[in-house]
């Protein structure tokens, strides 16, 4: 009987290029996979990372192809499931003043706050020393 091996960290820096997203999905949905979540969780977290990379491009960079991201993910404890830190040096912006529209409202986007928020285990958004915001999110495997 072989032991599992746990996967190691993944680091990557992209430039803040929407095109670039799949890439950094398809990575993640992998990693996510071997760090022991199921289908449903590796396109939550997935997902959620998706999100998150959507926010600081369009917001953050406001839109411009030049801004660098870091995005570092980490397996959790072995086979229970995997975090992601994502680092911009974008515009910093009070975590406090990032809401979600009301679900009530019904209209296309604006939703990613509120996927961000519930689709992972854990999530955190905070200004990062010397500019820009670090987010991480975790997402833990089904027990």
Known sequence: MSAIIAPSPVSLQILSRPELLASVRSVAMDLAHRCGLDDIGCCHFALAMDET???????????????????????????EGLRAVIEDRARTVDPALLQGRSLDDVRPGGLGMHLMRT?????????RDGGGMQVILEKRAAA
């Open 119 to 127: 689709l992972v285990d854990r999530y955190e958004h905070t200004p």
């Open 53 to 79: 990379l959507t926010n600081v491009i369009r917001h953050g960079y406001e839109g411009r192809d030049d801004g660098m991201i870091w995005i570092r993910l980490e397996p959790l404890e072995a086979g």
